[in-house]
């Protein structure tokens, strides 16, 4: 069965630290990966998906950016947060193009402080 | 324009009873899917139902069933005889699916819907 991990589960950082946040998903091939943002009380806002290794499209300009070293493997990363930074981040990922689903992470709650 | 509206930012519903969670959604593409996915409060998305623009019969699952009005864009979540365990974030959501399939898959959420289930 596919599972999908995040790490950490929770982060504090202070303004102007770096950050690294990693995604990998087990039991499927080829996914395409995506991230997203939910800041508190809010929807999901999508902010990087991948179709492949290597292969990045950002949907909205910011401070973060994204790779994917490995076909599973999804890392979203910053070299100097924003306090605009904070909230909770999901990565997802379907299997196109017979899966309409996306199965979602459990999750990185960012605190910048 | 908003993609997909939710209008209710808050739901009471009594145990045992059915609630609805409205959503309207903005799309010129004529294939699409809609989904609805549950948040409880430790963050976790939950996938609950899912309904293709083509598909012509109302998608079900269990407790939850969607009412798709497709000519009022309208894709209402309906959940019959309320738990407890049902408390929680409701978002909508829609996948377009672009010119060509070129949407990869990609998901616009609605701000979402806090149902509180009484006992």
């Known amino acids: 069965s596919q599972t999908i991990h995040q790490w950490p589960a929770t982060l504090v950082q202070p303004v102007g630290s770096p950050l690294s946040l990693e995604c990998t998903v087990e039991?499927?091939?080829?996914?395409?990966l995506y991230w997203y943002r939910q800041a508190a009380g809010r929807g999901l806002q999508l902010l990087f998906y991948?179709?492949?290794?290597?292969?990045i499209s950002s949907e909205v300009p910011q401070n973060l950016s994204a790779s994917r070293p490995q076909d599973r493997q999804f890392i979203l990363s910053s070299k100097k947060l924003l306090l605009s930074d904070s909230g909770f981040y999901l990565c997802?990922?379907?299997?196109?193009?017979?899966?309409?689903?996306?199965?979602f992470g459990p999750g990185t709650r960012l605190t910048v402080t | 324009a908003q993609k997909i509206t939710q209008t209710q930012p808050g739901m009471f519903v009594q145990e045992k009873e059915a609630v609805t969670l409205d959503c309207t959604y903005d799309t010129s593409d004529p294939s699409y899917g809609l989904f609805w996915y549950k948040q409880p409060s430790s963050g976790e998305m939950i996938f609950l139902i899912y309904?293709?623009?083509?598909?012509?019969q109302n998608a079900t699952e269990g407790r939850y069933s969607l009412n798709f009005q497709k000519a009022r864009k309208s894709a209402n979540l309906v959940i019959s005889a309320s738990q407890l365990g049902d408390s929680a974030m409701y978002f909508c959501a829609m996948r377009e699916e672009g010119a060509g399939g070129t949407s990869y898959g990609k998901l616009t959420f609605g701000q979402g819907t806090i149902l509180t289930v009484h006992p």
């Open positions: 309904q293709g623009s083509y598909d012509q």
């Open positions: 997802a990922w379907s299997v196109p193009p017979t899966s309409y689903e996306q199965y």
């Open positions: 039991g499927t091939s080829n996914p395409n």
């Open positions: 991948s179709v492949g290794i290597g292969q």
